[in-house]
């Protein structure tokens, strides 16, 4: 059974956040992954990290998963803490549809650290 707050939200203490950085095993823990490089996934984005807790029933708003109800407790028992939602991510990830119809690229938009601004700034003469 999900956590139900649609109608009143948890408090924020009960979210956790996973940040993209996280789980990119292009980084390092200086950098800011925070599970095994071997269970990493490359470059994941946070509209993957929201679909992968979304279907398998978490609460989240973008970025922000709920592990626990209003009084404690937990919404699911095969989540008990941030890692263990983190190493989930990053095993169903790779298996998106996104991810195994993709011929390259990705979704730049919503990777931390990789946009940039070409383009932007420069002065007219």
Not at 18 to 26: G, V
Not at 32 to 57: F, L, M
Not at 111 to 125: A, C, F, T, Y
Request: aromatic share 4%; with cysteine.
């Amino acid at each position: 059974v999900a956590c139900t707050a649609v109608r009143f939200p948890a408090k924020q203490d009960r979210f956790i956040c996973i940040y993209p950085a996280f789980l990119n095993n292009k980084k390092t823990i200086a950098e800011g992954r925070r599970i095994p490089i071997s269970k990493a996934v490359e470059n994941p984005t946070a509209t993957e990290i929201q679909d992968v807790c979304s279907e398998v029933g978490l609460n989240l708003q973008l970025k922000r998963v709920q592990l626990k109800q209003e009084d404690g407790s937990l919404c699911l028992v095969q989540f008990p803490s941030c890692k263990s939602v983190m190493l989930y991510a990053a095993e169903i990830i790779p298996k998106l549809k996104r991810r195994t119809q993709k011929t390259g690229g990705g979704d730049q938009s919503l990777q931390q650290g990789e946009g940039s601004k070409k383009g932007k700034g420069k002065k007219k003469k």
